[in-house]
């Protein structure tokens, strides 16, 4: 059929023009900017809160009113104050992971690794977060395992990654325990920052590295 027809039967339908839906894609990112918004409140939000009155006088409640938002918005995307704790953490406390480089010595690695955890550690928002979450993970199984994959494991892993390249180049002992030596080091980290209280300082990490390899 010629062209022509099909711009008469248009015409006759006083079809002139078709446009997107603008309004509805607007709103959509309108809804976007918002939820950007307001996550960033809340995680900010739980962060002072955190600094300034610690894990016991911690509730949504108090995030809600310091973010400017509705209860509801902060357990549309966290199911408790535990996960919101446990998220902020791990996404905001926690220091970026660095992997092994085996042209450093293993015993450097372990200080530098160390050193930076027992210090974010120590950071009083650090603290209490890992205090919250760890007294909820104690009643909440679902909750630990996450933390574990959260805190835990990342580090882990890298740390018997390294002394079982260290071992097998000759550079490691190879009758060393592995758990039990993260165990001693990783343990003593959280014994001075939870239960002294006492912040983590490069010559305890050193002597705590050397103290623990060269006695095995």
């Known amino acids: 059929m010629p062209a022509r027809f099909f711009k008469e039967k248009v015409a006759e339908c006083n079809i002139t023009h078709i446009e997107p839906n603008r309004p509805h894609m607007q709103q959509n990112l309108s809804t976007t900017r918002r939820n950007v918004r307001s996550h960033k409140a809340i995680i900010d939000a739980t962060l002072k809160l955190l600094g300034s009155s610690g894990y016991v006088d911690f509730s949504i409640e108090k995030v809600a009113s310091e973010a400017g938002v509705g209860k509801q918005t902060i357990y549309r995307w966290w199911s408790s104050r535990a ?70 494991a990342p580090r882990i892993k890298l740390i018997v990654e390294a002394c079982r390249q260290a071992q097998k180049k000759n550079l490691f002992p190879k009758h060393f325990d592995i758990d039990l030596l993260i165990d001693a080091l ?31």
């Open 83 to 152: 996960d919101l704790v446990l998220e902020v953490w791990r996404d905001r406390l926690m220091p970026p992971l660095a992997a092994y480089d085996d042209q450093i010595p293993l015993r450097d690695f372990l200080e530098n690794s160390l050193l930076s955890f027992g210090q974010r550690l120590s950071r009083a928002d650090c603290r209490q977060a890992a205090i919250c979450v760890l007294a909820e993970a104690h009643r909440d199984p679902k909750l630990y395992k996450r933390m574990e994959e959260a805190i835990y």
């Open 186 to 216: 990783y343990g003593a980290v959280w014994y001075k920052v939870l239960i002294r209280f006492q912040k983590v300082t490069r010559p305890y990490i050193k002597n705590l590295v050397a103290q623990t390899l060269d006695k095995n």
